[in-house]
């Protein structure tokens, strides 16, 4: 039997913890350096619970299970963790679901996906219509590791349910799935420019999209680059390199703010360029990105304003693109960045001196 514990409460009992750090127990978890268990390294940390169940490995008799946070790649490691037989028949569907949820990759060719599909919308509204939105806890002025514990609370009640018998529940989640079903029709007509040297992905489209069907091109690829009418623009490190990831190399994030006062330099409107951290989960270059709240940020493009810029597009690609080869120029991709290697990295590049550690939830 398990038993879910708020992190906050765990007064250093021994726990296994998902998607974070922890020091005594079984961490499983994609956060850099979380993952010491090699039989078991996987991208996400639900298939890194997955694969700890179908390994059966050392310490999976824990009693106590805990989070610092809830995310929808959290929650299912959770979940598998007091429903293992369960999960591991579904392992090829939740594996889906964690991708989505927390790399907004969206695989339309694979069988699973639009199930995965189906439970992520689902996770995202009764997360949204009974709790609060992802990072809503800034706004609100609550502890996220406190909060956290009545959404696991309501998920994991529901959770099963709602994976075996998804169609029932089709008033939950039907608006947003076919809203990214809309929008996965958009994104086959955009100009898309691949620079696979540096994993970076240009996409050309008119309109802002859902994440999942703006992001369903770009895997394989770290940096996302959206030019959209009107001259709007956005840049964006995915979270695949917040993370360690196993199934490819990745370069280090770079601080955009380097690249924030090339492009205001170029700037002629009232507007200038902002960037978040490095550090941020999800680090955004636009025009009014530091005005953004990170609950936001975090929502999907389509939903935030992005304002029109006085730099025309291919001057644009042009600049970003130069900016990018010039400071990868001499790096390459590799396994596991750390936090330190990569503030190192921008210290060296752009002469920035900071203690910025990685950001914790």
Avoid at 73 to 97: M, R, S, Y
Avoid at 303 to 328: G, M, T, W
Wanted: charged fraction near 25%; charge should be negative.
């Amino acid at each position: 039997m398990k038993k879910f514990v708020p992190y906050h409460q765990l007064n250093e009992q021994k726990a296994i913890v998902i998607d974070g750090y922890y020091h005594n127990g079984l961490v499983l978890s994609h956060w850099k350096g979380a993952n010491t268990i090699n039989e078991i390294k996987d991208d996400s940390s639900a298939a890194i619970v997955l694969n700890a169940l179908e390994k059966n490995i050392e310490g999976l008799d824990i009693e106590i299970v805990s989070a610092t946070h809830f995310d929808i790649d959290g929650f299912i490691g959770v979940w598998a963790l007091f429903n293992p037989e369960l999960a591991l028949q579904h392992k090829a569907t939740l594996k889906k679901v964690a991708t989505i949820g927390d790399f907004r990759e969206l695989d339309i060719q694979h069988p699973n996906t639009y199930h995965a599909l189906q439970l992520v919308c689902w996770l995202n509204k009764v997360e949204a219509a009974n709790f609060y939105k992802p990072f809503g806890y800034l706004r609100l002025g609550i502890n996220e590791m406190e909060a956290c514990a009545d959404k696991f609370e309501y998920c994991l009640k529901h959770f099963t349910d709602v994976l075996i018998n998804t169609e029932n529940y089709k008033n939950d989640w039907e608006e947003e799935y076919q809203k990214v079903l809309v929008d996965l029709e958009k994104i086959k007509n955009a100009n898309i420019t691949k620079l696979d040297d540096l994993k970076i992905i240009i996409i050309e489209t008119p309109e802002p999209l859902h994440y999942y069907a703006l992001f369903s091109v770009t895997k394989g690829y770290d940096i996302v680059i959206s030019l959209y009418a009107n001259n709007r623009y956005e840049i964006e490190h995915k979270y695949t390199t917040w993370v360690d990831i196993v199934s490819r190399t990745t370069f280090p994030r770079l601080h955009f703010k380097a690249l924030a006062d090339i492009l205001n330099r170029e700037e002629k409107s009232s507007q200038k360029w902002n960037a978040n951290h490095y550090t941020d989960t999800g680090a955004l270059l636009s025009l009014n990105s530091l005005e953004l709240d990170k609950e936001t940020r975090f929502d999907s493009p389509y939903k935030r304003p992005i304002l029109s810029s006085s730099i025309e597009a291919e001057h644009f690609k042009n600049i970003v693109s130069n900016f990018f080869k010039q400071s990868y120029k001499n790096i390459s991709p590799k396994h596991n960045w750390t936090w330190a290697e990569t503030r190192k990295i921008n210290n060296e590049l752009f002469n920035i001196i900071e203690k910025y550690e990685s950001e914790i939830y």
